[in-house]
T-cell receptor, first 113, second 112 residues
Framework: DGGITQSPKYLFRKEGQNVTLSCEQN?????MYWYRQDPGQGLRLIYY???????QKGDIAEGYSVSREKKESFPLTVTSAQKNPTAFYLC????????????FGDGTRLSIL | SQKIEQNSEALNIQEGKTATLTCNYT??????LQWYRQDPGRGPVFLLL?????KEKRKERLKVTFDTTLKQSLFHITASQPADSATYLC???????????FGGGTRLMVKP
């Protein structure tokens, strides 16, 4: 079955450490997105990419970095500059950008040790 | 900025009743609104999309309305079931059609 796979499900970060969250899709979708969700809140856009080797900042990009070297993969790095990284991170993809619904993975929950 | 707001308080209803969730937006009307369902610890799942020129959209027990005068969308679940208990998110699509802005979601609890 096609879908989006996020790993790991749970991740713990130590002070001063960078961590990378994986997002892989086999839907042949062009665009991919990273969102952050805090308890009881909606999704906030971190970064998005519409084509390989190109990405744009979302509303809350500070302290995060991404790459899009392959169409299927859009990893997110949470850097030590992100002072409040504890959250639920969601990756999504969409076939193209003409108002199509987004398909989401099941998220990675990041916590601070 | 384009804001989108949902009632943050949980909605508790009895099984069999109709649940109605509200989504309000500011500034100009988006060309599209999307509704998603999210279960605890899972990613959102797309339910319905409604265009600005559509007053109403239906899918099985679900109905969405779009009122550009009130700047509001209503999401209805008729004959609600405990399995409908989840958080429901609305999202507006930007003009380019490539980004969503999500509301905070409303948690629905359907009691048997």
């Amino acid at each position: 079955d096609g879908g989006i796979t996020q790993s790991p499900k749970y991740l713990f970060r130590k002070e001063g450490q960078n961590v990378t969250l994986s997002c892989e899709q086999n839907l042949n979708h062009d665009a991919m997105y990273w969102y952050r969700q805090d308890p009881g809140q909606g999704l906030r856009l971190i970064y998005y990419s519409q084509i390989v080797n190109d990405f744009q900042k979302g509303d809350i990009a500070e302290g995060y970095s991404v790459s899009r070297e392959k169409k299927e993969s859009f990893p997110l790095t949470v850097t030590s500059a992100q002072k409040n990284p504890t959250a639920f991170y969601l990756c999504a993809s969409v076939r193209d950008t003409s108002n199509q619904p987004q398909h989401f993975g099941d998220g990675t929950r990041l916590s601070i040790l | 900025s384009q804001k989108i707001e949902q009632n943050s308080e949980a909605l508790n209803i009895q099984e069999g009743k109709t649940a109605t969730l509200t989504c309000n937006y500011t500034n100009y009307s988006p060309a599209y609104l999307q509704w998603y369902r999210q279960d605890p610890g899972r990613g959102p799942v797309f339910l319905l999309l409604i265009r600005e020129n559509e007053k109403e959209k239906r899918k099985e027990r679900l109905k969405v309305t779009f009122d550009t005068t009130l700047k509001q969308s209503l999401f209805h679940i008729t004959a609600s079931q405990p399995a409908d208990s989840a958080t429901y998110l609305c999202a507006r699509v930007n003009n380019a059609g490539n980004m969503l802005t999500f509301g905070g979601g409303t948690r629905l609890m359907v009691k048997p």
